[in-house]
């Protein structure tokens, strides 16, 4: 297809123009659009559109798009478009945007993972143990004694120890 404007050129831009009902496109070769481009207003360029488009829906996103990692480079947009991290530091960098994300996709941060299904009853006892315990240690530490008998109590049952070491 020729340049309508110039008709001596490929057309390689095609521009549809729609005032009210009526339609008009133009088919113009690379020369001739930017002359006619000069015309129209400014078209924004898709960064500026994912820019307003962050700016409008999300703020906190915004404000993540100003922070890059300090080792990789990566920037939480790039993490965003891409969808992957550059090194172990963005986890504690954009630790901010990941965590909703992490929820949103997985419907918890904090990894599991599969368990052996003849295991499975044991390995989940102790690691509720654990973490049991280590809310019974900042318990102690924040002086929340009422909280920390509490948890004393449940360890004492998951266990099923007769002895009152935990």
Do not use: W
């Amino acid at each position: 297809m020729k340049c309508e404007s110039c008709n001596k050129k490929h057309a390689t831009v095609h521009l549809t123009e729609i005032v009210g009902t009526a339609k008009k496109e133009r088919h113009l070769c690379e020369e001739c659009a930017q002359t006619v481009n000069t015309q129209l207003a400014k078209i924004p360029t898709p960064t500026e559109i994912l820019t307003s488009l962050i700016n409008q829906v999300a703020p906190e996103i915004n404000e993540m798009s100003k922070i890059s990692c300090p080792v990789c480079g990566l920037s939480y947009l790039d993490f965003r478009s891409h969808g992957r991290l550059g090194c172990p530091m963005d986890y504690t960098i954009f630790r901010k945007g990941l965590i909703p994300l992490l929820e949103k996709m997985h419907g918890s941060t904090q990894h599991v993972g599969k368990v052996p299904s003849r295991a499975g009853k044991e390995l989940i006892k102790k690691n509720e143990l654990m973490q049991l315990r280590s809310e019974l240690n900042k318990a102690v530490e924040k002086e929340d004694y009422e909280k920390a008998a509490e948890l004393r109590d449940k360890i004492y049952e998951l266990s099923g120890d007769n002895n009152n070491e935990d």
